[in-house]
């Protein structure tokens, strides 16, 4: 059986239930039943329920920073919630503000002690003493400055015990001179006449490659002899003469007659075997006089000013020129070498802090276009490119006599590997225009250039240098500030350790010493006893 409900024309349905409640139903009364359905309302309490933390975080943050940032709560509630990041870029202009004038006031607070040592004791003025922005940017000017100076006067004591630990002499070169002194007494064969009397001619022969080495160090020594003769093609072609004082010449005799090689003539003097003219011997005693003059007003000029904290001051430089190897005789020997081989036409001068890794034969071809001295001029990174070698680095400009013979910007040309045509040198006034201007700086006042024998050096042979190719010779693998490519240390003919950190010392550059060690005789039994290497 079917029922049929027709609800035509009917236009509201009233139906009582027990409770007494009425439900209407009608058109418009169902949809208003309908309009927060029970889902409707659960999901809007888990919006609520996920929303409400991260408001309530915000809002602590906001009256945390108040209590530093605003002059009250609401004002840094109003700020933030109402106009976004405005306070930050009020108070970093704010702040700027403020830095600008203290750094615009006069600076005598400069290492107060009254500054503030660390972070840590900032945070605390600020926080306990509620200080306002102003306050804020002085107390860290003070700071700031205070560690400015402390760290420019760690930088400038560490400089100056740098260059200190480059004057003194290692304990194992003291060993290996006493040991191989006492050897000399001891042992027949350490006092060998050198060379043998059947190689002496050759001390004179121009034939020969004839290398010379001014030297106290008898290690240093050794490695400038092993090293050429290693890298030589022809190694019986060559001949050294080494140029020791009294002291050294024990030691220095003892080593090459033990030592000695196969096929190149080694020659050691001492400066007590020559028997110069008397006029030779007072222009020396000058010579050394006014150079010693020159250092202890340069010394005393840096122990009377107060340079540490100025900016642009060469520290190491001037602190180099305070090597006692400024005041060597040895050291200013170089001017007189046609006197202390008066046979010899052409040499080749190799200083002992280099170690030669190419052969060395075809500088005694090499074409001086009737010049004197054969020497590298720009170095490895170009032309006019002499870090620390423009004359200006030598000279005061100041001083007319100075300016109107040289051009500041130029460059000097390295000394510590040069070739020289002792014939040409006899021909000019090379040594006399030397003692000129050591004169000359005397009656100046000692001021036309730092300690040391190159300045007058490069007065003196002004106009009779010949350029080398830079791949010669690579010079101040001694100093800090240099520092060469890998390949080009490797393709260097003399490699070149000048500067306070010698490769023999412990401040030396551990990534450049083992190019040196490297020709050290290792399996000598003094170099072993005295431990020279470790």
Known sequence: MKFYISAAGIKRVTISSPGGAIGKVGGGGCAAARRFPGRTVLLLLLVLALVLPFVFVRFAFLVLESASVCDSPLDCMGLRLFRGGDTSLKIREELTRALVEETSQDGNGRGQKGSLESFDELVKEMTLKRRDIKAFASVTKKMLLQMERKVQSAKHHELVYWHLASHGVPKCLHCLSLRLTEEYSVNAMARTRLPPPESVSRLTDPSFHHVVILTDNVLAASVVVSSTVQNAVNPDKFVFHIVTDKKTYTPMHAWFAINSASSPVVEVKGLHQYDWPQEVNVRVKEMLEIHRLIWRRHYQNLK???????????????????????????????????KLFPDLDKIV????????????SSLWETELNGNVVGAVVDTWCGSNCCPGRKYRDYFNFSHPLISSNLLQDDCAWVSGMNVFDLKAWRQTNITEAYSTWLRLSVSSGLQLWQPGALPPTLLAFKGLTQSLDPSWHVAGLGSRSIKPPEEILKSAAVLHFSGPAKPWLEISKPEVRSYWYRYVNSSNIFVRKCKIIN
């Not at 060597?328 to 020997?333: F, G, S």
């Open 349 to 360: 001068l190799l200083d002992d802090d280099v170690v030669v890794q190419r052969d060395l």
């Open 304 to 338: 009377d000013s107060d340079y540490s904290f100025v900016e642009g001051t060469h520290h190491e430089q001037s602190l180099q020129a305070l090597n006692p190897s400024c005041l060597a005789l040895l050291n200013h020997l170089r001017i007189y070498i046609p």
